[in-house]
């Protein structure tokens, strides 16, 4: 760090054997803000100075499998998502640009979304298996990566009636929305493009290739409700046919 | 007990949100509102610096015959204001709670500009719910 600051935790961490990546790491450089009084308190007990600084592993250093523990704020969740839908918004040219740009970045999410779940249940179960069928495909994404991105299952998967290539994940509140209200001149806005692009880059990583929309299906009881329509390739019918 | 209105008042003295709940005080013209608003940022500016030992609150509640007027100032500078009768005793619970809908609904909200006027459905729905349970 370029600046000299007698602050006794600074202190530790440069006189130490940590490496000069530690400092640049965002968990390190938060001691700057943290309150002088209450960690010095302990900087001056020999053994508790490892444990003060590994209270926080960096986050490039945690275990990728503890998914249970590691909780993220809703509120940072929102802040950050909106900025996104602002930063989107001085980009785009009418709606359905802005749909299609938050759907790209969803996707970027959605890809390693997956690896991740793979991974974890390759190391969890010991007889890890890949999804080739559409349906455990389709529950998995409501069921699995929906709790891995919002924290709870999707409250609905359904099943065209009209289309056979068409499904639909249903979420009654969802995360992302919870705050956003949409104004009236662009109200066909649905800000959950983003989550739709989450699912189609799940499906395209399963070799499922679908477009994937979102739409929004507000009533009475869910104000904020939102239906992920995914419409698949007719390749996907085709192979699913020859697997029955 | 009643409550008749809200107004929130941003940092620079303009009044970003304006509602009435119920009938009781004068109706004021909107241009009249902004004048009154711009007006009680600048008593509250001089009523922060009256204390004789450091810096003040400023105003909290100001009472009329009638009416009684209570502003939370949040440490961003934004004021939340609500007109009551003078037997409303819950003003400032109600306000804690306008100020916890606004934080979610209005500066979470992509679609809302700071120090702009609040446009938000969510934040309309949630203000209806809080004045409605806190008249009961």
């Not at chain 1, 600084?53 to 960096?58: A, C, E, G, M």
């Not at chain 1, 919870?178 to 009236?184: A, F, L, N, W």
């Not at chain 2, 100001?62 to 037997?87: D, P, R």
Request: aromatic share 8%; net charge positive; charged share 20%.
């Amino acid at each position: 760090m370029a600046y000299t600051q007698p602050h006794p935790r600074q202190s530790i961490l440069s006189t130490s054997s940590h490496s000069s990546v530690e400092h640049l790491s965002p968990t390190a450089s938060s001691t700057r803000f943290s309150l002088p009084a209450a960690p010095s308190i302990h900087t001056t007990l020999g053994s508790s100075r490892q444990t003060a600084t590994r209270v926080v592993p960096n986050i490039y250093d945690r275990n990728l499998n503890k998914a249970r523990s590691s909780e993220v704020s809703a509120s940072a969740y929102a802040f950050l998502f909106s900025e996104i839908v602002q930063y989107t918004q001085k980009r785009v040219s009418g709606i359905n640009d802005f749909e299609r740009r938050l759907n790209t970045m969803g996707y970027r999410i959605g890809t390693r979304i997956l690896e991740l779940l793979i991974w974890r249940n390759e190391s969890s179960s010991k007889t890890p298996k890949r999804e080739i069928r559409l349906l455990p495909v389709l529950l998995m994404i409501q069921s699995q990566v929906w709790k891995a991105v919002f924290g709870k299952a999707a409250d609905g998967l359904e099943k065209s009636s009209a289309n056979v290539d068409e499904y639909m994940i249903i979420d009654n509140d969802p995360l992302l929305e919870r705050h956003i209200s949409v104004p009236r001149d662009i109200s066909q806005l649905s800000c959950s493009s983003f989550t739709a692009g989450i699912v189609e880059a799940v499906l395209d990583g399963l070799n499922f290739p679908a477009r994937v929309t979102a739409h929004n299906t507000a009533n009475a009881q869910y104000p904020n409700k939102v239906t992920i329509l995914i419409k698949l390739e007719k390749s996907v019918l085709e192979r699913e046919e020859l697997l029955k | 007990m009643a409550i008749f209105g809200l107004w929130i008042i941003n940092k620079a003295g303009g009044l970003v949100y304006q509602k009435s709940f119920a009938e009781g005080l004068a109706q004021l013209t909107s241009n009249e509102q902004l004048v009154l608003a711009g007006t009680l940022h600048g008593i509250h500016a001089i009523t922060s610096r009256l204390s004789p030992n450091g810096s003040s609150s400023g105003a909290n509640v100001i009472e009329g015959e009638t009416f009684k007027m209570t502003i939370f100032l949040t440490v961003t500078g934004t004021k939340f204001v609500l007109l009551t009768s003078l037997t409303e005793t819950i003003a400032e619970h109600i306000l804690q709670r306008i100020y916890e809908a606004y934080s979610d609904a209005v500066m979470k909200n992509p679609f809302h500009t700071p120090e702009m006027p609040v446009r938000s459905e969510g934040f309309e729905t949630r203000v209806n719910a809080i004045i409605g349970s806190g008249q009961t």
